[in-house]
C-alpha cells in the first residue's frame, strides 16, 4: 500500500464550517478514511474530520499559494 499524503489527525479547537460537497467527494472521503484507519492502524474517523487536514496540506504544498502569502505580507 502507498503512503497516504494526510497522517494522524491533531485535536484542535475547531471553527465551524459548512459546505455541500457532491456525493461522489463523500465516498472518497469515507474511503480515506478507512484507508487512513488501515495505515494508522486507529479508527476510522468522520468523513468531516478529514476536510480540515486535507485543505490545510493542500495550501501548505501549493507553492503558488506560499508565494502569493509571502508577497502579500512583505
Known sequence: MTKLKLGPLVDDKPVKLSVELP???HRDLVA??????????GDAVAPEKLVAPML????T??????KARRKASG
Open 56 to 59: 490545510a496540506r493542500f495550501m
Open 32 to 41: 480515506y478514511a478507512d484507508a487512513l484507519a488501515a495505515e494508522t492502524g
Open 23 to 25: 456525493a461522489a467527494v
Open 61 to 66: 504544498t501549493d507553492r503558488g499559494f506560499a
